[in-house]
C-alpha cells in the first residue's frame, strides 16, 4: 500500500505595515514621510527630539531626557528610634503635584556616637545627594515634627529657586524656649520678628533646611576625606571640636558647638555662595532664611514637645 505525505499549506506571516515611505502633504506644501511628520508634531509640543518609531509601527517612544527623578533627595540623621508622632507627620505631609523625591536615611549608632556624629550622617547623606546628580537636599532630624503643609512651602522655594538655603522654624526643647534663629555668634538668638516673617540670619538650625546641590558641591570639593566605617566622606559638615594655644599670651582656648553653625559660618568665610554661583548672597550680611511659617516642635524621646505653647503667646 502506498503511504501519501499529507502536504502542509505555508501560511504567509503577516506583518505591520510599513508607513514610513507613505508621504503626505503638510498645510505649508512640504511633503514628507508620515513618520517624519509624527515626529516633527511631537518635537513641537514637548521642545524635545522624539526617538525613532517602532519598526513599522505609527507610534513614537519620548524619553524624558530631563532631571525628573534627581530633584530632591530627603535625608534623615537618625538614632533608628522615632516617636509614632514624627513618623506620622512626616508620612502624612500633602504632597506637591507632579512631585519627584528620593529618601535617604542614615542611621547612628547611639551606643558609639564618637564615630557617628550628626555630622557623620550628615555628610554620608551629602555624599548619596552629589553622587546621585540631586538639584536639592532636603534634611529633616528625627525630633522634628513637621507641619502638614512643609512639603507645599518647601516646594514653592525649589520652583522659584531664586534662595539657595531656607530653614523651618523651631525651638530649642525648654522651658522657656529660645527660637533657633541667630545673628551673629556667643549673642543668643535673634528674637525680632513675628511669627509668619520671613528672618534673615547668619545662623540656623539644620533639623529642617532645605539646601541647593551647588553650595554642597563646592563645599564637597574643598572638604577633607576621612572615613565612616568602610565608607570614603568629605568634612562638609563638622561638629567643632578644637583646642589651640596662643603662643602669646600662652593661654589655652577651646572651640565647641554644632554642626549646623559651623556649617553656615563656614559657608560664608569660605565664599561658598559666590563659588556655587550665589554671589549676591555672598553680599549679604545675613544670607539665610528662615521662614517662620514653617513653624515645627521640636519633640524628646518620651513625647513632650516644645514650645509648649503657641509662640504667638510668648510675643513671638
Request: with cysteine; charged share 25%.
Amino acid at each position: 500500500m502506498k503511504m501519501v505525505k499529507p502536504r502542509t499549506k505555508r501560511m504567509k506571516k503577516c506583518q505591520p505595515a510599513d508607513t514610513s515611505k507613505e508621504m503626505i502633504t503638510l498645510p505649508t506644501g512640504e511633503t514628507l514621510s508620515q513618520d517624519a511628520a509624527v515626529r516633527r508634531g511631537i518635537d513641537a509640543i514637548t521642545g524635545k527630539q522624539s526617538e525613532k518609531p517602532l519598526l513599522g509601527y505609527n507610534s513614537d517612544i519620548i524619553k524624558n531626557k530631563g532631571r525628573w527623578m534627581h530633584r530632591l533627595m530627603i535625608g534623615t540623621p537618625t538614632t533608628g528610634l522615632v516617636r509614632i508622632e514624627w513618623v506620622l507627620a512626616r508620612f502624612g505631609q500633602v504632597i506637591p503635584t507632579n512631585w519627584s523625591h528620593t529618601d535617604c536615611m542614615q542611621f547612628m549608632h547611639t551606643f558609639a556616637p564618637v564615630a557617628y556624629l550628626v555630622a557623620d550622617a550628615q555628610n554620608l547623606i551629602v555624599k548619596a545627594c552629589l553622587e546621585q546628580g540631586m538639584e536639592w537636599l532636603l534634611l529633616i532630624e528625627h525630633d522634628n515634627v513637621l507641619p502638614p503643609g512643609a512639603f507645599i512651602k518647601i516646594n514653592e522655594y525649589m520652583l522659584r529657586g531664586d534662595t539657595p538655603v531656607v530653614s523651618g522654624l523651631y525651638f530649642t526643647k525648654s522651658n522657656p524656649p529660645e527660637p533657633m534663629t541667630y545673628r551673629g555668634r556667643g549673642t543668643g538668638f535673634y528674637k525680632d520678628w513675628k511669627m509668619g516673617d520671613k528672618v534673615w540670619v547668619d545662623g540656623l538650625p539644620t533639623g529642617f533646611v532645605l539646601i541647593h546641590a551647588s553650595i554642597l558641591r563646592e563645599l564637597w570639593k574643598e572638604s577633607p576625606e576621612y572615613k565612616i566605617n568602610d565608607q570614603v566622606v568629605r568634612r562638609v559638615f563638622e561638629t567643632p571640636a578644637k583646642v589651640w594655644t596662643d603662643p602669646e599670651t600662652h593661654s589655652t582656648h577651646t572651640e565647641t558647638g554644632t554642626s549646623d553653625l559651623e556649617f553656615c559660618s563656614r559657608v560664608m568665610r569660605d565664599k561658598i555662595f559666590e563659588k556655587a554661583g550665589w554671589p549676591e548672597f555672598q553680599k549679604k550680611k545675613f544670607p539665610f532664611l528662615v521662614d517662620t511659617d514653617i513653624f515645627m516642635r521640636h519633640i524628646t524621646s518620651d513625647g513632650q514637645m516644645y514650645p509648649l505653647t503657641d509662640p504667638k503667646t510668648i510675643g513671638y
